[in-house]
Nanobody, 124 residues
Framework: QVHLAESGGGLVQAGGSLRLSCAAS????????MGWFRQAPGKEREFVAA????????RVGDSVKGRFTISRDNAKNTLYLQMNSLKPEDTAVYYC?????????????????WGQGTQVTVSS
């Protein structure tokens, strides 16, 4: 079992930045690929970014490419999402997730463990 807890969400103006964190506990963090997803009201869950188990490769969704960066610190059992140039359409609940598959995963079905989410609201 892997327990995930997101933090760092909040209210920010358009053009601003936030850094989300996801603290992992339980099984060995470095054994899991990690991802960020988001879900806005009335919309389906959307892939944001993913990173392989040792951080050697990453994938980023088209809607956030060039603005968001995913990273991880396996020594601290923590996943990060640096979000820059935020737009109102980035408003959503952001979830981190863990996949036992080692490479960066885009599909949500590849993830076995999910956090409770953190709200990000971007005002115009």
């Amino acid at each position: 079992q892997v327990h995930l807890a997101e933090s760092g969400g909040g209210l920010v103006q358009a053009g601003g930045s936030l850094r989300l964190s996801c603290a992992a506990s339980g099984r060995t963090f470095s054994n899991y690929a990690m991802g960020w997803f988001r879900q806005a009201p009335g919309k389906e869950r959307e892939f944001v970014a993913a990173i392989s188990w040792i951080g050697g490769s990453t994938r980023v969704g088209d809607s956030v490419k060039g603005r968001f960066t995913i990273s991880r610190d396996n020594a601290k059992n923590t996943l990060y999402l640096q979000m820059n140039s935020l737009k109102p359409e980035d408003t959503a609940v952001y979830y981190c997730a863990a996949s036992p598959r080692g490479w960066a995963q885009v599909a949500s079905v590849a993830y076995d463990y999910w956090g409770q989410g953190t709200q990000v609201t971007v005002s115009s």
